[in-house]
């Protein structure tokens, strides 16, 4: 082969083996395999999107999600909270409307965290974890989740609790009692 004949070799080796490489490139591209999605291009996919009936039934389906997560009957396991400043409170009291009142016996719960954004709540009562539609082991139900309290519907009866009071040492000495 004559000198003036290799780069024309050279150039048609180096075209054919830049036309396998693209063409590689978009039967793979084709196929969506193993394929991250790059400069806000997405994978061709071939799944379809659920019948509307399949969509009403998961809809329906999700409010009974948190039940299913943590049953009612099962034991969970408690949640240490110390970190964020929980300490558990023996024998609460509460305050209702201006005057001092133990709370029956059915419905004494210790109610230490609350917190409620937009739709969802949780709490934390004697010291386990719920979120807000919840029940309790007694078969008490959470109904509403405030900042500040929970009402709770047990047997038809609502009542609000409270979030009890930290007792700080100073307390205790005006007092004589704690909280």
């Not at 201006?98 to 949780?122: H, I, N, W």
């Not at 007792?167 to 009692?177: F, L, Q, S």
Request: aromatic share 6%.
């Amino acid at each position: 082969m004559k000198r003036k004949h290799q780069a024309l070799v050279a150039f048609m080796v180096m075209a054919l083996a830049s036309g396998a490489v693209a063409l590689h490139a978009i039967q793979t591209l084709a196929k969506g395999e193993g394929v991250r999605p790059a400069f806000g291009w997405k994978p061709l996919m071939n799944g379809s999107a659920p019948p509307p009936g399949v969509i009403k039934e998961i809809d329906r389906l999700d409010s009974q999600l948190p039940s299913l997560a943590h049953p009612p009957d099962s034991d969970p396991s408690g949640v240490n909270l110390t970190l964020f400043g929980y300490e558990p409170i023996k024998k609460p009291r509460y305050q209702a409307q201006g005057r001092q009142r133990p709370v029956s016996p059915e419905m004494d719960y210790s109610l230490s965290l609350a917190f409620s954004a937009g739709t969802k709540g949780f709490c934390v009562i004697d010291g386990v974890f719920y979120e807000q539609g919840s029940v309790l082991p007694d078969g008490a139900r959470i109904i509403t989740v405030e900042p500040d309290r929970v009402l709770v519907n047990k047997h038809g009866i609502r009542r609000w609790i409270p979030v009890a009071k930290k007792v700080t040492p100073g307390d205790e000495k005006e007092t004589g009692e704690k909280a």
